[in-house]
């Protein structure tokens, strides 16, 4: 593995009815970023496969059937956490991909590598957009081999089923025990024996049978996983002095009440660059501004990972050596361009209160005034990490 700041991508795999789906969401409403539901695209896309004529049960696709399938799934995705929504073009994913048959169909789509080879590349696209929870069969081993924090899930066939059963009633459907452990047994089959992607945790994976655990027990073991990989995640922004470290939430008050900070940019030459910049925090991400063309823009279209820094409290001291106090914070994050005018608006009024709180009453027109000459970017923090050295309280 390079030395590159690991994606911020929790891959969860494993089985059907292992769970993933709950938990992953979950995680994702934790970590407040978007889910992905891998095994939905497989699902839409053998429905779609079947639209266009094609049988599970029969010989596979023809070419002609592969192109019709793959031009109708484009896939996006839209919130975060528990709102997190696969869209096919611009629409959500319906009920109909939910059911046992659709599961068999995209297990028995899953093995060409055709198949394969498009669904890796629609995820990582979406991979390349969004931090996120990628939930499925090789996030770890194959699409995200980068990902900061990988888990698999596993558990007995007979538990599996069991709560696929439970999943089932609560929809208000009913089934068989046996026949749902028949079809997990033999979907496993099938996922764990294809020659491309198989079923398999990846070997950096952390392994955990839920078999005798409940949801929350699980979940708290993703978690541990999650806090384990992210102190261990080799950015330069890592503490090198335990003693220094703040809480992620000192980190945050610092970049609520800093006044500028630097970004740091990467054109993927051996030159990095960096600009000082004046930018509001709110809901999480930091906003900035600036003119819609120029060198920044022109990086941050080609590579949007980057750094931010934020000092205050600075004091130079002397106190038989040279030191100085101050505190300072370390955003490591993806840069996005807000597009959508009333996010981009709340964004240039936010900037305006912030530095000229005394004309707050006339940010609303400026932002309406600057929308269509200025670009506004949002900064989405993956690593977030706080230093000090603080001058000591005073005694007594
Ligand atoms: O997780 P699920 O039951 O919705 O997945 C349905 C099928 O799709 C699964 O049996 C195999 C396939 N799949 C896959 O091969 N790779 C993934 N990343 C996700 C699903």
């Known amino acids: 593995m390079t030395e590159r700041a690991r994606s911020m991508i929790v891959t969860v795999d494993g089985p059907a009815g292992a769970g993933k789906s709950t938990l992953a969401v979950r995680v994702a409403e934790e970590l407040g970023i978007p889910c992905l539901d891998t095994g939905a695209m497989f699902r839409t896309l053998a429905l779609e496969l079947q639209r266009a004529g094609f049988d599970p049960t029969g010989s596979g696709p023809g070419a002609q059937e592969l192109e019709r399938a793959f031009a109708a799934c484009v896939f ?33 789509v899953a093995v060409l590598p055709e198949v394969r080879e498009f ?16 939930e499925g069969r090789d996030m770890g081993t194959v699409i995200f081999p980068d990902a900061f924090c990988k888990v698999y899930l596993s558990a007995s066939a007979r538990v599996r089923a069991e709560r696929r059963l439970l999943q089932l009633r609560a929809a208000g459907r009913d089934a068989d025990i046996r026949e749902i452990e028949e079809l997990i047994r033999e979907r496993d089959v099938r996922d764990e024996s294809r ?5 398999r945790p990846a070997d950096d994976a952390v392994i955990i049978d839920t078999t005798d655990m409940d949801a929350d027990a ?68 930091i906003y900035f501004h ?11 279209a080609r590579n949007n990972r980057v750094c931010f820094t934020v000092v205050t409290d600075t004091e130079p001291v002397y106190d038989k050596s040279f030191s100085t106090y101050y505190a300072s914070a370390a955003v490591v994050g993806r840069v996005f361009p807000v597009v959508d005018e009333e996010e981009k608006k709340r964004a240039l009024v936010l900037l305006a209160e912030k530095y ?29 990490s706080g230093k000090a050295k603080l001058r000591p309280a005073p005694d007594g």
């Open 356 to 384: 000229s709180p005394e004309h707050a009453d006339k940010a609303g027109a400026y932002a309406e005034r600057s929308l269509k000459n200025t670009a506004v970017y949002r900064i989405v923090p993956e690593l977030l």
């Open 195 to 199: 020659a491309s992607a198989p079923l």
């Open 119 to 134: 669904t890796k590349k629609a995820q990582r696209a979406l991979g390349d957009k969004y931090p996120l929870v990628a």
């Open 218 to 285: 699980v979940f708290a073991a993703i978690m541990r996983a999650v806090r384990e990989a992210r102190a261990a995640a080799p950015v330069a922004v890592r503490m090198r002095r335990r003693d220094r470290e703040m809480e992620r939430q000192s980190a945050t008050d610092l970049l609520k009440r800093g006044e500028y900070g630097v970004l740091g940019m990467d054109d993927g030459s051996s030159w990095p660059y960096a600009v000082p910049l004046s930018y509001v925090l709110s809901d999480g991400v």
């Open 290 to 300: 600036c003119a819609p063309s120029g060198r920044k823009v022109g990086i941050l």
């Open 76 to 108: 996006s995705l839209e919130g975060v956490g528990a709102s997190s929504c696969l869209l096919c073009r611009g629409r959500p994913v319906g009920d109909e991909i939910r059911t046992e048959q659709a599961g068999m169909a995209a297990a028995a």
